[in-house]
């Protein structure tokens, strides 16, 4: 049995604004849109709000862009314990982050002992590592 990540939940506040930078600027597409009743998202993630749900495709992944509707959201703070970022594999990073920043995504080059790691960054601030497996 292939194992593999099924789907990444990404917490927002701005959940168009995130639906536009991952089709947009990843070329992710859009799968479906749906409100998550109160009491199941309370028994999920123990908050007592209705929810939208926003499901993009890319390939073989998937992200949930969550939107509780009638809850604030902290911001994630550096140095809190959690996830900290996810990677999304292409085919060529150096060409694929460089066409992302054209279309003005923030992108960080790291380099390390003589080859380079790339992030990218979306409007909310979550961290992807951008790898390529062929290497």
């Known amino acids: 049995m ?3 990540c099924h789907h990444l939940g990404i917490f927002t506040a701005h959940p168009d604004r995130l639906k ?10 859009l799968d479906s849109e749906r409100e998550i009743d109160k009491k199941i998202f ?14 993009l495709n890319l390939d073989k992944v998937s992200l949930e862009l969550f939107y509780p509707s009638q809850f604030r959201l902290k ?11 996810w990677a999304l594999n292409v085919y060529h990073k150096a060409r694929f982050c460089s066409l992302a920043k054209k279309k003005g995504v923030r992108v960080i080059k790291v380099k390390r002992s ?4 790339y992030f990218i960054q979306d409007p909310d ?5 951008i790898k390529d497996d062929r290497f």
């Open 75 to 85: 911001k994630y703070l550096k140095g809190t314990a959690g996830y900290n970022h």
């Open 42 to 55: 309370r028994q999920i993630f123990g908050i007592n709000t209705s929810c939208q749900l926003i499901r």
């Open 20 to 29: 536009r930078f991952y089709i947009g600027k990843l070329g992710f597409k």
């Open 2 to 4: 292939e194992r593999y």
């Open 114 to 117: 003589g080859y380079y790691t």
């Open 125 to 129: 601030g979550n961290l992807i590592e």
